[in-house]
């Protein structure tokens, strides 16, 4: 199985994507990146956000996790999405870096609407609403104590 981790970012109202074109057609991604082997999840957030959009970023808590089955082109993946809790400069594309187009602030009341990736538009469009938002503790080392 695959793991990608991807963080959003709010702002005024609106969430941080990147825009693509796939097929001659718009899509948006929150910004993210598939996990290497033995690479802290955390970790590869802060270097993708650097590598692609140039910034430095602080990664907060889960906010959900997904699972795109495998399908004939796309192995199966695990999306675990993470709240950005700050960025320190101004996203802007590295072409040397992403085939993304350029960043792209999207409304929340849209986010049910457009082509995102992963999928999770109408989840993500309920829970920044949510006054009451609840995040998954994310727990960056949860064998700190070295019982086994």
């Known amino acids: 199985m695959k793991v990608r981790v991807c ?16 097929g001659g057609k718009e899509v948006f991604s929150l910004p993210g990146g598939g996990v290497d082997k033995d690479i ?15 910034v430095k970023v602080d990664i907060g808590n889960i906010i959900m996790i997904g699972e795109a089955p495998a399908d004939r082109l796309y192995p199966q993946t695990l999306h675990i999405v993470f709240e950005a809790w700050k960025i320190h400069g101004i996203p802007k594309v590295q072409p040397d870096e992403t085939h993304s187009l350029d960043v792209v602030w999207i409304p929340i009341e849209k986010l049910s609407s457009v082509p995102l990736y992963p999928d999770v538009g109408k989840q993500l469009h309920a829970y920044l609403l949510d006054e009451h938002r609840h995040s998954i503790p994310f727990i960056s080392n949860c064998m700190e104590r070295g019982f086994w």
Do not use: D, H, N
């Open 7 to 22: 963080a959003v970012f709010e702002q005024t109202g609106e969430i941080l994507c990147m825009k693509y074109l796939y």
């Open 40 to 54: 802290p999840l955390q970790e590869v957030l802060v270097k993708e956000w650097r590598e692609e959009l140039g």
